[in-house]
């Protein structure tokens, strides 16, 4: 024996942490790091992404071309220059990271990536040495068993268990979402980092950070397709109380919380989406808390005015450090925490938020940007080039041009071949697999996906060559078709929730009114085809749909119809009434982006008389003492866009100085 039983017996009884031989295959107690002393200081900066939607380059696959205010590869710029400036940091990502462009589809569903290979993001991201991420909702779009093989997370969600294969460099955790068979997460809930930093006066301090993810509740209506039965979630404040207190007695110095979700102040429920003002306000042990998924800036000293103990100078929502930095790689997130030691634990002090942006615009319009890390294309040419060869397929052709310019003020082109395309496919699904519906008239909806809300620019496809891209551009998400069964009570609801996106305009006011709510998002502008109704804009939100007519005749509120829509819709996204899952009828599994290409693949040619816009809405016809006004393209031939899809009651207003938009006055009496 190599330790006498009298020496062990010894050991034992005295706790002697140093008493074993020298041989000895035990290993010595891990040597017990002294805490700092009272009053030591340490500047830690918590560097930020979120939302990069698979936007590695500054590239955009819908026009093939450039765009120097997004990518990856210029973020990668602001972090290097930011880890300069603050030695003592951390990198984190706060999700929806693997999903949101061509190439993301291109490496999904196209040419699918191999078990053995690393995404492209997060090839980008390795390079970058990240310290952890978080999973956001549309992580989960491509299915389980893709996000289990591209996390390198062997998943144990029903028949999606899958091998386990190459992930990103560093760890991804959520703690709200459980295999629904045992409850276990599905991901590491936390992880606890062993960092060493540099206190103010130089000396070596250890430090244990622990991290926790979240994900929105909401996927479980948003993808029930792919997680129906296979997972269960927790509430975002509920999954941290039950948490981070674990965190806290595994020895977590400071807990970081990534939490995809934005800031509300709205009532909090298990299923809030946007959770963050509560996981501040309500869960003691967080230290700071990086923000995500609305596509938001935090701080600006914009965004978020008015919100009780919300600070959007310094970026403190109930006294807690918080960032959200935007979305597509446009910007860093990066967290100044100014920690002390009191004796007892780390405390923030004056600790303060900044957003980095990768690009700038003077007056007149002219964009500037920060550099490229060069090493970053290099990275992932194949996958870059293989995206392109992709998109640039050609489908079909078109002889009018399909913009999205007015989609927000009458029915357009865009509008009008999205749905002409769903209610094809769902007329021959019918006739060849549910002929039980055959007499229910079929109706569908489409949302404007890109009318410029948050910056994401316009749908504008010129006669000619319809390519992939195109129809990309169009129809931004990998959405999948599906369609319910609804009353005309259920049909006009629906309407008048859309018709949230509107102002109340006040006909006597003289002075300008704006039109469109710029926080409603256009995603949820909902158009119903095969009925026609009129938007009154002068009424309070849930009566202004009037006029409702089908087949010529007052809509019937208590006949039925299948509205064709979306498994993001069909399933309760958005908040639409009546909408939960439990009135669908068809899912189709199939996407409605690939819907629409092979609905134009058929067609061969797309023309104005065929599928040109249909008038089937409108707004309630009122004279205006002043203007109302919207923005749209500062396209020179926007107006006459307007034209072709048969709206005649727009008209250019002015152009804003940088050239960003027009602004457009809407004669409402016409």
């Known amino acids: 024996m190599r330790i006498t039983l009298l020496a062990s017996l010894i050991c034992s009884s005295l706790l002697l942490a140093a008493c074993n031989d020298s041989d000895t295959d035990t290993p010595a107690a891990a040597p017990v790091t002294p805490p700092p002393a009272a009053g030591t200081k340490l500047d830690l900066a918590v560097l930020q ?173 948003w993808d029930k397709r792919n997680l129906d039965g296979k997972v269960s979630v927790l509430g975002i404040v509920d999954a941290a109380k039950k948490y981070v207190p674990e965190m806290k007695a595994k020895g977590a110095d400071i807990v970081v919380a990534l939490a995809h979700s934005g800031i509300s102040a709205a009532e909090y429920s298990p299923s809030m ?72 634990a780390w405390k923030t002090n004056n600790s303060q ?92 909806s489409a949302a404007p996906f890109k009318v410029n809300f ?4 316009f749908t504008d496809i010129a006669a000619g060559d319809v390519a992939i891209k195109n129809i990309a551009d169009l129809y931004l998400y990998p959405n999948t078709l599906q369609a319910v069964k609804i009353d005309g009570a259920a049909v006009k609801l629906w309407l008048e929730k859309a018709a949230e996106q509107f102002n109340k305009i006040d006909p006597s006011k003289t002075a300008d009114q704006d039109l469109i709510n710029g926080s409603f998002p256009s ?55 009546g909408l939960d899952g439990s009135k669908t009828i068809i899912d189709s599994g199939e996407g409605n982006r690939e819907i629409i290409i092979n609905y134009v693949k058929a067609q061969k040619t797309l023309t104005l008389a065929k599928q040109g816009a249909v008038a089937n809405w409108r707004f309630a016809k009122v004279k205006t003492a002043g203007k109302v006004l919207f923005e749209s393209s500062a396209d020179a031939a926007a107006e006459s866009v307007a034209r072709q899809d048969k709206i005649d009651n727009v008209f250019l207003d002015s152009t804003k100085a940088d050239k960003s938009a027009s602004v457009f006055r809407i004669d409402l009496s016409k």
């Not at 294969?165 to 629904?180: E, H, K, M, Y």
């Not at 309500?282 to 000293?301: E, M, Q, Y």
């Not at 085809?529 to 087949?551: A, H, L, M, P, Q």
Request: hydrophobic share 35%; proline share 4%.
């Open 49 to 221: 992404t979120t939302d990069l939607h698979a936007n590695v380059l500054s590239y955009d696959y819908y026009k093939t071309t450039e765009d120097n205010t997004l990518g990856f590869e210029r973020t990668a710029t602001l972090i290097d220059a930011a880890r300069k400036e603050n030695p003592n940091n951390l990198l984190v990502d706060d999700g929806d990271t693997i999903q949101g462009t061509s190439l993301s589809d291109f490496q999904s569903q196209v040419e699918p990536v191999k078990c053995d290979t690393p995404l492209a993001i997060h090839k980008a991201m390795n390079l970058m040495k990240y310290d952890a991420g978080n999973i956001g909702n549309h992580e989960f779009n491509y299915g389980l068993k893709y996000l289990g093989q591209v996390t390198g997370t062997s998943m144990k969600a029903g028949p999606e268990a899958g091998q386990k294969c190459t992930g990103p460099a560093f760890p991804l955790i959520t703690s709200n979402v459980n295999n629904a068979s045992d409850g276990k997460p599905l991901f590491d809930p936390y992880v606890i980092l062993d960092r060493t930093f540099k206190s103010a006066d130089g000396k070596d301090i250890k430090l244990k950070v622990g991290v926790i993810g979240f994900t929105p509740p909401g996927i479980m209506d």
């Open 273 to 344: 989406e946007n959770a963050v003002y509560y996981l501040a306000k309500d869960v003691p042990g967080i230290t700071a808390i990086v923000s995500g998924h609305s596509h938001s800036f935090f701080p600006d000293k914009k965004n978020y005015a008015g919100i009780k103990n919300v600070d959007n100078e310094k970026g403190l929502v109930n006294g807690v450090p918080t960032v959200m930095s935007g979305f597509w790689g446009n910007t860093l997130g990066v967290l100044k925490l100014n920690l002390e030691f009191d004796g007892k």
């Open 353 to 444: 938020g900044e957003l980095k942006s990768v690009s700038s615009k003077d007056a007149a319009g002219v964009v500037t940007a920060v550099p490229v890390k060069a090493e970053i294309a290099k990275l992932i040419e194949k996958e870059h080039l293989g995206t392109i060869k992709y998109v640039t397929g050609a489908v079909g052709k078109t002889d009018y041009r399909i913009s999205s310019f007015f989609s927000q003020v009458g029915a357009t082109s865009s509008m009008q071949l999205i749905n002409l395309a769903q209610t094809d496919y769902v007329a021959s699904y019918i006739k060849a697999n549910a002929p039980q519906y055959a007499k229910l008239p079929i109706l569908s």
């Open 454 to 457: 948050r910056g994401t620019g």
């Open 523 to 577: 995603y949820n502008f909902d158009q119903i085809s095969g009925i026609s109704y009129e938007i009154d804009v002068t009424k309070d939100k849930g009566s202004r749909i009037v006029n409702i007519t089908f087949d010529g005749k007052p809509l019937d509120l208590k006949a039925e119809f299948i509205v064709v829509t979306n498994n993001y819709r069909a399933s309760g996204g958005g908040g639409f009434a």
